[in-house]
């Protein structure tokens, strides 16, 4: 059973920081993609940044600069370093894992959810 389980979530005020993680288990094949998105109340879900599993990250312009992603290939584990946070950056973040199965098939899986609020 495959699982995605983020942690590190919370309250802080603004300027502060955050440090998320999350653990994949339960996938046999390697992960091609982790990455965090983040959904306000009202708001469509977004994405935050991605890495891959060679190391190249995107991030959205709303964080760049502040957020940094990074992952443990050999824990099938990935980092969200939230620094100067702000008010909008308040939502609850989901990781997410993307990888290729057997006969190219996708996966696509997304953990619980943390939330993350911060205070002016």
């Known amino acids: 059973q495959v699982q995605l389980v983020e942690s590190g979530g919370g309250l802080v005020q603004a300027g502060g920081s955050l440090r998320l993680s999350c653990a994949a288990s339960?996938?046999?094949?390697?992960?091609?993609?982790m990455g965090w998105y983040r959904q306000a109340p009202g708001k469509q879900r977004e994405l935050v940044a991605t890495i891959s599993r060679g190391g190249s990250t995107t991030y959205a312009d709303s964080v760049k600069g502040r957020f940094t992603i990074s992952r443990d290939n050999a824990k099938n584990t990935v980092y969200l370093q939230m620094n100067s946070l702000k008010p909008e950056d308040t939502a609850v973040y989901f990781c997410n894992a993307f990888y290729y199965g057997p006969g190219m098939r996708e996966y696509t899986y997304w953990g619980q959810g943390t939330q993350v609020t911060v205070s002016s």
């Open positions: 339960g996938i046999s094949f390697s992960i091609n993609v």
